[in-house]
């Protein structure tokens, strides 16, 4: 029983616990201090999504680093609601930066002739109600 413990312990994302706030070494508080007060309420995925950026932030030179921390702060202070729109614009950027370049440039020429009211209505074509995208151009 006891190799089978340690052998899942040794395997990667297996029984793998993220640490607590008072865990943190100190650059890890540092670069992770707005959401100190949410550290606790976040999932394990979010904080090992956290602490791999924190890892990255290490690398970044004072500059990088306090533009890291001001988004950080930023985003900690966003509503549950805006964290959610905010991640889907992320997705739909992601998508459209998959597309082909021709693609891509088709898309923005077309956006660039919408009024702002054919715009308004792509939005709301392509966005269903409970967020998620609807698929379409």
């Given at each position: 029983m006891r190799r089978w413990l340690w052998l899942l312990l040794l395997l990667p994302g297996l029984a793998t616990a993220t640490p607590d706030w008072d865990a943190l070494d100190p650059a890890q508080r540092q670069m992770l201090a707005p959401l100190a007060g949410q550290w606790d309420e976040l999932s394990a995925q979010q904080r090992e999504r956290l602490l791999?950026?924190?890892?990255?932030?290490?690398?970044?030179?004072?500059?990088?680093?306090?533009?890291?921390?001001?988004r950080l702060q930023r985003w900690s202070e966003l509503s549950p609601e805006q964290r959610r729109?905010?991640?889907?614009?992320?997705?739909?950027?992601?998508?459209?930066?998959?597309?082909?370049?021709?693609?891509?440039?088709?898309?923005?020429?077309?956006?660039?002739?919408?009024?702002?009211?054919?715009?308004r209505a792509w939005r709301e074509r392509i966005t269903r109600p409970d967020g998620s995208r609807a698929g379409g151009d």
């Open positions: 791999q950026a924190s890892e990255r932030w290490r690398q970044l030179d004072p500059q990088g680093q306090a533009r890291m921390r001001e729109q905010m991640r889907q614009r992320m997705e739909q950027r992601r998508d459209f930066q998959q597309l082909p370049p021709e693609r891509r440039e088709a898309l923005r020429e077309r956006w660039q002739q919408m009024t702002p009211e054919e715009r």
